[in-house]
């Protein structure tokens, strides 16, 4: 069974910094490209940003040069560093994996930036 679990969410003022981890289980973690999205109150899920197997990394243009997305293949793990946080990075963060059995999707991890 495939499973993905976030952590690291908490509320951060802006300005602040927060690192998020993606723990998996049950796949081949280093066959697999990752993503992160977020989804805000009342609002879509949108992508964040991806890391490929050979650790490409690209990111959505709201994040880009404040989130640094990175993955540890011996930990089963994926991370998302987050700096110079804003308000409007308040969301849920989930990761994601499109594994070959279906799109796998963990809990989320709440974020929220206010002072």
């Known amino acids: 069974q495939v499973q993905l679990v976030e952590s690291g969410g908490d509320l951060v003022q802006p300005g602040g910094s927060l690192r998020l981890s993606c723990v998996t289980s049950?796949?081949?973690?280093?066959?697999?490209?990752m993503n992160w999205y977020r989804q805000a109150p009342g609002k879509e899920r949108e992508w964040v940003a991806s890391?490929?197997?050979?650790?490409?990394?690209n990111y959505a243009d709201s994040v880009k040069g404040r989130f640094t997305i990175s993955r540890d293949n011996a930990k089963n793990t994926m991370y998302l560093q987050m700096n110079s946080l804003k308000p409007e990075d308040t969301a849920a963060y989930y990761c994601?994996?499109?594994?070959?059995?279906?799109?796998?999707w963990g809990q989320g991890t709440q974020v929220t930036v206010s002072s």
């Open positions: 994601n994996v499109n594994h070959r059995i279906g799109v796998i």
């Open positions: 049950g796949m081949i973690f280093r066959d697999y490209a």
């Open positions: 890391i490929t197997t050979g650790s490409f990394r």
